[in-house]
């Protein structure tokens, strides 16, 4: 009775070195947690993923949203995977009893016996294989159920209020948001599956193993408190040096995800900009990033590969011989000591008892080592647990309006520019709005993330109005200070002015993809405004699809609309002869490549035909169509009642407008538009473009007349005092 009273004693003081350890760490994280995270809130470096409270909040939020109740699919996926991970524990004790008279009928030399036990092995090896596949089955199912989950609320994260655009536009902390919604989301959820079967079943088979070894050495009448000292022992110190060596397994798998999705990121970016690499011949350059950037990827895994080398030997060393050792003894001990000889029993009895307890012990030991390395795996499942986490943040903070963007470089003539390094991501941080003084090509930081604006947006039914509104890029670039018009239906408005003076950044603020930082917008809703780039975009699907693009097909049948009506839209545009040319209007091809560039802004136009918005803005929209084509389609527009917002540089496309907004160095300037004097002007103005143009060549000429005949000219002379004087 003091034999087992002073075993519970060390086991418990035992026990409570091991939680105090233990909690002591885990309290001291949290205060780094702490601390971090208000340098994170601070604008300072981000925490880095670790098993900590930070990870263990991200993965309680997750869950929630993989299994939202214990009425879902999950929960029952959930609950058959436990039920089959204790029932293959309930097998392989039972295994082990089995093994164990195996040997008995042998020693005995009880050959009907041991038939027969044979057969039961045989028999038990149908359900035991069955389980076995059973628990990967579920495994599987069970993280796919996740994933499907997980890619279910992203998505609609995504697709609302145009995240989508948002999050690579007007915010710079997710470079790779595709790699992040497929490649995370999957790792994510194998790891959550895969770690809770390889760390339940250990658990179940070390409690329930003990159990049935406490009951053979009771059996056996051994009480020793020594083989649980030197078992608990075994572990505790395994324990602490695996704890004090481990690598930040964590950080290192985040990285590696990191560099893994910006890798993907540039191959993305070679495809789409293959043409025009090709054009310019940038194959080299090209293939520099992409060698760099998996570099990059390589030496990342080479580093991990380095640091598992050394902890996965020293791992191996404490779990298979020290506990190899330490478990041989515990085994022996119930036969060596002299307690035990008082009771042993028949020689084929101790056999059995050995071999049954040999065979728990080596389960229970397996069950520890499973419990042990799950460590690793749970430290690799705080990288991506903390990476899908940053990315439905920021989806959720996109949705609010607060950005981040990348850092600029502010120069001396006033302009910024975003930094970036082609073989490494961005560095996320946000830039000041103010154009402070600053040396070259230095980088600014402003922490603080950046609001959805300062504006205001009002609706209305049928009238265009901004007042006193700035045009701000995403990178706080005041493009113009600020800006008031005015447009009703009916008044048709051609904008006009050079490159980069804010044309095309006005449509992405009366279209709500950029905020606005100041005064007042009053526009109508969205679906009564349609807006066609200079580039339109060709979607997946059939040919009907890219002209009720975005509708579907069951959105147009609901509007009434039918393929005769569909083949009057694409005579209106010029573009009826496609439809054969295809195959119909049920024909897949990739429209991107197939149409050229006119039938694809033909295509475009006709998406207005489609939608009849009241307000239809065209940006550069018909620069590759003819100009007898592209009237008619004005024409058109505008005998349908759709106001036009053009920005053009085709005098072609003054008379089809009222109105003109004008942007210059100076700022902007509205006037009513005088088509029959502009057209005038335009028309002088070549005029004296085509007599100036030879006057530099003429006079050139004249000289060398002049230096053969050997004589002089008053235009010569004249020319060469002015470049004298010059």
Known sequence: ?????????????????????????????????????????????????????????????????????????????????????????????????????????????????????????????????????????????????????????????????????RVSNLDGRLTNPDHSLTEDLQAFSAAVAHIYSHVSKPVLDLVLMTVALARISRKRGENSPYPGIIGLSAVAVTATVLRLVAPPFGKLVAEQANRNGWLRHVHSRLIT????????????????????????????????????????????????????????????????????????????????????????????????????????????????????????????????????????????????????????????????????????????????????????????????????????????????KDLSFQVHPGMHLLITGPNGCGKSSLFRILCGLWPIHGGRLTKPPPSTMFYIPQRPYMSLGSLRDQVTYPDTPDQMTEKGITNEDLENILETVHLNYIVKRHGGWDAVRDWKDVLSGGEKQRMGMARIFYHKPKFALLDECTSAVSIDVQGSMFQAAKDRGITLLTISHRPTLWKFHTHLLQFNDEGWRMEALDTAMRLTLNEEKQQLEAQLAGIPQKQQRLRELCSILGESSVHVSDATETTELA
């Open 1 to 165: 009775m003091a034999a087992r009273r002073a075993s519970v004693a060390l086991a418990a003081c035992a026990g409570g070195m091991i939680l105090y350890r233990a909690g002591r760490k885990y309290f001291l994280k949290v205060d780094r947690d702490k601390k971090d995270g208000g340098v994170a809130r601070s604008g300072g470096k981000k925490p880095h993923p670790a098993v900590n409270s930070i990870f263990w909040k991200q993965l309680l939020k997750l869950l929630r949203i993989s299994i939202p109740s214990v009425f879902s699919k999950e929960f029952g996926l959930l609950t058959l995977h436990t039920g089959s991970l204790v029932s293959r524990t309930f097998l392989s004790i039972y295994v082990a009893q089995l093994d164990g008279r195996i040997v008995k009928s042998i020693v005995e030399r009880d050959m009907k016996r041991f038939l027969a036990l044979i057969t039961s092995w045989l028999m038990v090896a149908i359900p035991a294989t069955f389980i076995n596949s059973l628990i990967r089955y579920l495994e599987c199912k069970l993280a796919l159920a996740i994933r499907t989950r997980l890619v279910d609320y992203a998505y609609a994260l995504y697709f609302r209020d145009q995240t989508y655009y």
């Open 273 to 480: 900009n293959a043409e025009e690499v090709a054009f310019y011949g940038g194959h080299e350059i090209e293939h520099g990033l992409l060698r760099g950037s998996f570099a990059a990827l390589a030496e990342q895994m080479d580093l991990i590969f380095r640091k598992k080398l050394w902890f996965i030997m020293l791992e191996q060393w404490f779990m298979k011989y020290i506990w190899g050792m330490s478990g041989r003894v515990i085994v022996a001990w119930p036969f060596l000591s002299g307690r035990a000889k008082e009771n042993d029993g028949s020689i084929s009895e101790r056999t059995q008892a050995y071999t049954t307890s040999k065979n728990l012990l080596v389960s229970s030991a397996d069950a520890w080592e499973r419990i042990m390395t799950s460590y690793k795996e749970i430290t690799e499942l705080a990288g991506y647990t903390a990476r899908v986490s940053e990315m439905l943040h920021v989806f959720e903070e996109v949705q609010k309006g607060h950005y981040e963007m990348g850092a600029t470089v502010k120069e001396d003539k006033g302009e910024s520019k975003r930094v970036s390094n082609p073989e490494t991501p961005p560095t996320k941080l946000t830039p000041t709005l103010e154009e402070s003084p600053s040396d070259e090509h230095q980088v600014e930081e402003d922490p603080r993330p950046r609001p959805l604006g300062e504006g205001q947006v009002v609706e209305s039914e049928d009238t265009i109005l901004l007042e006193n509104v700035p045009i701000i890029t995403p990178n706080r670039d005041v493009v113009v």
